[in-house]
């Protein structure tokens, strides 16, 4: 434990014992997953196939506390946690704001981002019940290298579906993917019924992330001894990031801190929920009064301008359907940088506390974004992911605010990864040469409960 001027930094014996589950302080549950062949509640029986067990009971646990398992704490010391909370004194002089700005660091491990924190709980226990063979699909491949790498630690065989798009534009991480022991495939692949079928409609499919979890989930259910993992948007797996958070909440307390502003990015909701969940408990106790701020891309506006419905997790419409905030699983990912944001759909659980007001959201341009995340690595030194640069841009914003009306505030904020391997992307911008998308068109859900019935 201590800390600089610069860095709070934990022990590894300050990393949390437990995971924390928000479903056992929300105010009322969250709707269940409904069963694709029937749209009535899915029984977790069915899951089994799918998912590791215990990954299915932590889905539906409403316990507080999951205890963290010893082999999982070991991997977490590994990798390593706990991670430095930073006070960026450097931005804040550059913005001349009295607003105090903190950000959790999540990039310093081999991977480079938050996923591991639920990759190596993941792969643990599918370890434990005797799998061998996970899958697994991946945009930009943050999540397909998290797996990875986590799957070689506990010695299992990874297969990855990559969006075709990124599988050629983006080699880097599929070769960290490959060199970590796993296959990497382009989907849609000539590995799955679903796959080849899109491939014989439309050879030149650049994909999509909806489209890559359908050829997954179908070559764990017709694999032996295979299950398929997940990288965001379930439950379990905000639950498995809630280290971040509580880490978080010990380092504020180290510089007698309370924060007024809790900001992050959302692609499916699993880096923000990790980080912000442990405080949300405390708001929706009446113990904090805080804002939590979720930061989208605007090519992507799955809160902004989603719908809160159920819909299907997938294109192929395998998976059970979610009620999330939706732009449809039909929707044709734009080829923005910050890969993490582009799925159709958000955590249950995140667009249940945006729905409820719990929560505000914004979407930024990625210019937007990047303009942020430049000056952001010109006063911190950290290069950030541009899903991180989208969470930039508000704490800018706000730091400005500050200033204006002379506030104070405690702005945190999660970073969840570095973007040494986008440097494709940042050299666009500094060229002058990044593009927005704008998303006009929505392939909004047809499935909506109250009709299905
Ligand atoms: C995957 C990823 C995201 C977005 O996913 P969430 O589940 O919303 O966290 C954000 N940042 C980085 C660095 C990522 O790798």
Same mark, same amino acid.
């Given at each position: 434990?201590?800390?600089?001027?610069?860095?709070?930094?934990?022990?590894?014996?300050?990393?949390?014992?437990?995971?924390?589950?928000?479903? *056992?302080?929300?105010?009322?549950?969250?709707?269940?997953?409904?069963?694709?062949?029937?749209?009535?509640?899915?029984?977790?029986?069915?899951?089994?196939?799918?998912?590791?067990?215990?990954?299915?009971?932590?889905?539906?646990?409403?316990?507080?506390?999951?205890?963290?398992?010893?082999?999982?704490?070991?991997?977490?010391?590994?990798l390593p946690r706990p991670t430095p909370l930073?006070?960026?004194?450097? /931005?804040?002089?550059?913005?001349?704001?009295?607003?105090?700005?903190?950000?959790?660091?999540?990039?310093?491990?081999?991977?480079?981002?938050?996923?591991?924190?639920?990759?190596?709980?993941?792969?643990?226990?599918?370890?434990?019940?005797?799998?061998?063979?996970?899958?697994?699909?991946?945009?930009?491949?943050?999540?397909?290298?998290?797996?990875?790498?986590?799957?070689?630690?506990?010695?299992?065989?990874?297969?990855?579906?990559?969006?075709?798009?990124?599988?050629?534009?983006?080699?880097?991480?599929?070769?960290?993917?490959?060199?970590?022991?796993?296959?990497?495939?382009?989907?849609?692949?000539?590995?799955?019924?679903?796959?080849?079928?899109?491939?014989?409609?439309?050879?030149?499919?650049?994909?999509?992330?909806?489209?890559?979890?359908?050829?997954?989930?179908?070559?764990?259910?017709?694999?032996?001894?295979?299950?398929?993992?997940?990288?965001?948007? /379930?439950?379990?797996?905000?639950?498995?990031?809630?280290?971040?958070?509580?880490?978080?909440?010990?380092?504020?307390?180290?510089?007698?801190?309370?924060?007024?502003?809790?900001?992050?990015?959302?692609?499916?909701?699993?880096?923000?929920g990790g980080f912000c969940l442990p405080f949300?408990?405390?708001?929706?106790?009446?113990?904090?009064?805080?804002?939590?701020?979720?930061?989208?891309?605007?090519?992507?506006?799955?809160?902004?301008?989603?719908?809160?419905?159920?819909?299907?997790?997938?294109?192929?419409?395998?998976?059970? /359907?979610?009620?999330?905030?939706?732009?449809?699983?039909?929707?044709?990912?734009?080829?923005?940088?910050?890969?993490?944001?582009?799925?159709?759909?958000?955590?249950?659980?995140?667009?249940?506390?945006?729905?409820?007001?719990?929560?505000?959201?914004?979407?930024?341009?990625?210019?937007?974004?990047?303009?942020?995340?430049?000056?952001?690595?010109?006063?911190?030194?950290?290069?950030?992911?541009?899903e991180s640069a989208h969470e930039i841009r508000?704490?800018?914003?706000?730091?400005?605010?500050?200033?204006?009306?002379?506030?104070?505030?405690?702005?945190?904020?999660?970073?969840?990864?570095?973007?040494?391997?986008?440097?494709?992307?940042?050299? /666009?911008?500094?060229?002058?040469?990044?593009?927005?998308?704008? *998303?006009?068109?929505?392939?909004?859900?047809?499935?909506?409960?109250?009709?299905?019935?």
């Amino acid at each position: 434990m201590g800390s600089n001027d610069r860095a709070i930094f934990l022990d590894q014996d300050d990393i949390p014992r437990n995971w924390y589950n928000i479903q *056992a302080d929300l105010p009322e549950p969250i709707p269940p997953p409904l069963d694709p062949g029937t749209l009535q509640p899915i029984n977790p029986e069915k899951l089994l196939r799918v998912f590791a067990k215990e990954l299915v009971l932590q889905e539906v646990s409403q316990e507080r506390y999951v205890k963290i398992p010893d082999e999982v704490y070991d991997a977490y010391k590994w990798l390593p946690r706990p991670t430095p909370l930073y006070r960026a004194r450097k /931005l804040e002089e550059y913005l001349k704001t009295p607003a105090r700005i903190y950000y959790k660091w999540e990039g310093v491990n081999p991977a480079g981002s938050h996923k591991p924190n639920t990759a190596f709980a993941q792969a643990y226990y599918n370890a434990k019940q005797g799998i061998e063979n996970l899958t697994t699909e991946t945009g930009a491949g943050q999540w397909g290298s998290a797996l990875s790498m986590a799957a070689a630690y506990f010695g299992l065989h990874a297969r990855v579906y990559m969006v075709s798009a990124s599988y050629n534009q983006k080699p880097g991480r599929r070769v960290m993917m490959e060199t970590w022991g796993a296959k990497c495939f382009s989907s849609p692949s000539d590995q799955t019924s679903y796959g080849k079928k899109l491939q014989e409609e439309d050879p030149n499919n650049p994909g999509s992330l909806g489209i890559a979890i359908s050829e997954a989930v179908e070559d764990a259910v017709t694999h032996d001894n295979t299950r398929y993992t997940l990288g965001s948007v /379930l439950n379990h797996v905000l639950m498995h990031q809630t280290v971040i958070g509580q880490e978080v909440e010990k380092q504020l307390d180290i510089v007698d801190k309370k924060p007024d502003v809790l900001v992050g990015n959302i692609g499916g909701g699993s880096n923000f929920g990790g980080f912000c969940l442990p405080f949300m408990g405390k708001k929706l106790k009446g113990k904090l009064d805080a804002r939590f701020v979720a930061c989208e891309s605007a090519a992507v506006p799955h809160t902004t301008k989603g719908k809160y419905t159920y819909d299907y997790g997938d294109t192929g419409h395998l998976t059970p /359907l979610l009620k999330m905030l939706t732009l449809g699983s039909e929707f044709r990912n734009p080829p923005i940088h910050a890969g993490g944001l582009r799925y159709h759909g958000m955590a249950p659980i995140i667009s249940y506390l945006i729905q409820k007001g719990y929560m505000e959201s914004y979407a930024y341009s990625q210019t937007a974004a990047f303009d942020a995340a430049t000056i952001f690595a010109r006063t911190e030194g950290i290069i950030p992911a541009p899903e991180s640069a989208h969470e930039i841009r508000y704490v800018i914003d706000e730091a400005f605010r500050c200033k204006r009306d002379n506030k104070s505030e405690v702005i945190v904020f999660n970073n969840s990864g570095h973007g040494l391997l986008d440097l494709s992307a940042y050299e /666009l911008y500094n060229s002058g040469k990044l593009e927005d998308f704008e *998303a006009t068109e929505f392939n909004y859900p047809t499935i909506v409960r109250e009709e299905a019935r």
